[in-house]
């Protein structure tokens, strides 16, 4: 866990360097290698990395729009996400899909811009293994802004009332934007909606990633044992602003100082040493993930830019007629014309 969270940290630290290169001093967000927003979640990595300890290559996971903690956890790809944020061809989705819309079938992992968007695929991937006689599960992530939505809502009572073997995620960062969580939301824990929909609800209060591997496994064990759902609220902090170029004029400077005291990071490490993990194995580990992310990034940006025409490829599942690059000929279909 403390590597992937290490590497998760560093991965977007890199990242938002890379990102603000030519961007400025005045902020234009097309400009630089990363054109676009970027949604970053340093300050979330022990969610991802006790969750995802749990789950195997065959159990499905959706992410929001910062999803790249969870995805280094749930072992995505590392070189083709990050050309794939780049917008280089040889990334996951041949650079069309940018870092809000991740996708790795080899991993089951996707992820979506739109809030709450991930909890439907999540219960259609936990139908799917009910239906299939599997013990795989599905984990959906949102935030806790996400937990009015309706798609959020819907899933919960599909997911009760079929017992899919689905456990929901809300990481607590205490915005939603630029809004404290207690002026968008009716209730302090979020997994208090568990009670509406006849499931297991549980909170954990601290940002601790063996504290959420505890919990975690409680939920997903539930789960693939065919006991059905639990809705999981976990604390992390916001380490960075809503998106790059947030100004964060909302935000009290108490208040961001307070999150960077709850490094997540820090408290494993402290944890690691206390059970007489050396100094040096430590910093090996950090040496290794930093590695990983440069090797990553340096790969990334000598890849290929995807052709202009390539746009029109991959638009549909199953081209409709007239959308294909070449009609067939009369001859081919036994017409007159």
Not at 45 to 61: F, M, Y
Not at 258 to 266: G, K, L
Request: aromatic content about 6%; overall charge negative.
């Amino acid at each position: 866990m403390y590597e992937e969270m290490v590497t998760a940290r560093h991965y977007e630290e890199r990242l938002q360097e890379e990102y603000l290169e030519g961007k400025q001093p005045a902020f234009d967000i097309s400009a630089g290698p990363i054109p676009g927003e970027l949604h970053l979640a340093a300050g979330h990595e022990a969610s991802g990395a006790g969750v995802c300890q749990h789950l195997r290559d065959d159990d499905t996971v959706t992410a929001p729009h910062r999803p790249h903690h969870i995805a280094i956890a749930k072992g995505v790809d590392l070189e083709r996400m990050t050309a794939e944020i780049f917008g280089r061809e040889t990334g996951l989705s041949k650079g069309k899909g940018g870092h809000m819309h991740l996708f790795d079938p080899d991993v089951n992992f996707a992820c979506s811009g739109i809030i709450a968007e991930g909890c439907p695929p999540a219960v259609g991937a936990g139908l799917a293994a009910k239906k299939r006689n599997t013990d795989s599960v599905a984990v959906a992530f949102l935030g806790e802004g996400a937990i009015d939505q309706g798609a959020f809502l819907e899933s919960l009572n599909l997911a009760s009332v079929q017992n899919l073997p689905v456990v929901f995620v809300i990481e607590d960062n205490d915005w939603a934007i630029s809004m404290p969580k207690e002026r968008v939301t009716d209730v302090e824990n979020g997994a208090q909606r568990a009670g509406g929909f006849d499931l297991p609800g549980a909170r954990v209060d601290v940002d601790d990633a063996v504290a959420i591997y505890e919990a975690a496994g409680k939920a997903i064990g539930r789960a693939r044992d065919g006991n059905g759902p639990t809705l999981l609220e976990v604390q992390v902090h916001r380490r960075m602003g809503h998106f790059m170029g947030d100004a964060e004029g909302y935000r009290p400077d108490e208040d961001k100082a307070a999150a960077e005291q709850r490094d997540s990071i820090e408290r494993l490490a402290s944890e690691l040493r206390a059970h007489d993990v050396s100094d040096e194995t430590i910093d090996d580990l950090r040496s290794s993930a930093r590695e990983r992310v440069e090797e990553a990034i340096e790969w990334a940006k000598d890849q290929p830019e995807p052709e202009p025409d390539a746009a029109y490829e991959d638009v549909f599942v199953n081209p409709p007629s007239g959308a294909t690059e070449s009609e067939p000929s009369a001859a081919e279909t036994g017409g007159d014309d």
